[in-house]
């Protein structure tokens, strides 16, 4: 698997990760914590404050679906893969975290290291961050609050295709945004190879979820057609075998896939009017016009931005002259735990088998050398947190604690303290932030 690739797999894992918890903090600060406790789904109404949820739950279920598809068919192909990507594996690199066996991450708990009023145990976060003189009152343009009309319109879009409908298309050819259910089987000179061949395959046109050239030679086409597909496999594809377990060279190679184009499918979404909107959101959330829901996506956004906007401008503006090492060890424990977590989804014994049989790295320790910017930049967020609420002397509010109570149980108080003080710090910066 070539770096970038890689890279792009960790950076998805950890995005996912914080979206959900972003999308966590939200349904439990305004929207009373739906799809976050337990729910009768059997009587669940939809709302469009459950978006912020429902995206980080389709988000993480996305990822873990690429992972078990990219996995599944790496041991289909032995590591040959029809998907984009190389073999290459990662070697293992130098990090000043040291080494992952030093960290006890297989008992990773969210509230080791924090007191039970959700500061870091020993840490006085003002002896290593430097604020900028106007953090209480940070000033920020207008135009960088306030969303945009495509903003505005995704937040329609995504919201629309939550309603779409699924219906066969019979009387065009295929074009990119299709669902186009296909037989294939692929040959290199001739001779057919290990996991180059499926039938009933759902692929999404446009999607490129296939080699570059595949998708593109299948629009056109009418269902029922059948036809070849010629493509070239990139440099650095592990080699497949035959039938008989003789090697088939990938690397380069040109390859005839024989394509049957069983159907094709496209949503079809609903216009939104007045009447629709008073149908699904009036009862559930008093909104009875596309102009309120306009407006409410447009609020939601602005805070969603005004949120982002303080954060950046602290952490650009923001020195820190060390990391304690309760922090640092916090941090690198979360990021080896939830990779383990996927290690023990998918069947691996370790988490180094793990990451050097899907990810291309050599082991954890590889691992925490390519992201060690990303996990130093967790901890300097965290510590910027807690010196702003220590200069203003801030402590969450019982509303802010009662909101998170339902994990005390499963993540610990010392955890929900630090979830709740995070959630007063922010609303304080948004307060005292100076729009113009």
Not at 48 to 73: E, F, N, R, S
Not at 118 to 136: H, I, N, R
Not at 292 to 314: C, G, I, K, M, R
Not at 392 to 405: K, Q, R, V
Request: hydrophobic content about 40%; proline content about 3%.
């Amino acid at each position: 698997m070539q770096r970038k690739t890689v890279r792009g797999f960790v950076a998805a894992g950890l995005g996912c990760a914080g979206l959900m918890a972003a999308a966590v903090w939200y349904s439990v600060t305004y929207n009373e914590a739906r799809l976050v406790e337990p729910m009768d789904f059997s009587t669940y109404v939809f709302r469009p404050q459950d978006l912020p949820m429902i995206l980080g739950i389709l988000a993480v279920a996305a990822y873990a679906l690429c992972l078990a598809a990219a996995l599944g068919l790496s041991a289909v192909l032995g590591g040959c893969s029809f998907f984009k990507g190389d073999a290459s594996s990662q070697a293992a690199g130098v990090s000043s975290f040291g080494s992952a066996a030093d960290y006890d991450y297989e008992n990773f708990q969210f509230s080791q290291g924090l007191t039970a009023d959700g500061y870091w145990e020993g840490v006085k976060a003002l002896d290593y961050v430097t604020l900028p003189e106007d953090f209480a009152a940070i000033s920020l343009p207008k135009a960088e609050v306030e969303p945009t009309e495509e903003a505005i319109s995704n937040q329609w879009d995504y919201l629309l295709s939550m309603y779409s409908t699924t219906q066969p298309v019979t009387d065009r050819a295929a074009q990119n945004g299709d669902v186009a259910n296909i037989d294939y089987a692929g040959t290199v000179d001739g001779v057919a190879f290990t996991g180059g061949t499926s039938t009933g395959f759902d692929l999404t046109l446009g999607s490129g979820m296939f080699i570059d050239g595949f998708e593109e030679q299948i629009v056109g086409h009418m269902p029922g057609d059948q036809f070849d597909v010629v493509v070239t496999f990139p440099e650095g594809y592990n080699d497949s075998t035959d039938a008989e377990g003789n090697t088939v060279p990938l690397s380069g190679r040109e390859a005839v896939f024989a394509v049957t184009l069983n159907s094709l499918s496209e949503s079809v979404l609903p216009e939104a009017t007045d009447a629709w909107v008073e149908e699904n959101f009036g009862a559930s959330n008093d909104l009875h016009t596309v102009a309120e829901l306009d407006q409410y996506f447009h609020d939601n956004l602005y805070t969603s931005n005004l949120t982002n906007a303080v954060v950046d401008y602290l952490t650009e503006n923001s020195q820190v002259s060390s990391i304690p090492d309760v922090v640092r060890n916090y941090q690198v424990c979360s990021q080896l735990s939830y990779y383990n977590s996927y290690a023990s989804m998918f069947g691996y014994e370790t988490l180094d088998e793990f990451l050097s049989g899907f990810m291309g790295y050599d082991n954890a320790d590889a691992l925490l050398a390519d992201t060690e910017q990303d996990v130093l930049n967790s901890c300097n967020q965290l510590l910027i947190f807690q010196a702003v609420a220590e200069s203003l002397d801030l402590a969450p509010t019982d509303a802010e604690l009662e909101a998170y109570a339902s994990y005390t149980e499963s993540m610990g108080e010392g955890y929900v303290h630090l979830l709740a003080l995070q959630d007063r710090v922010l609303a304080t910066l948004r307060d005292g932030a100076a729009i113009s």
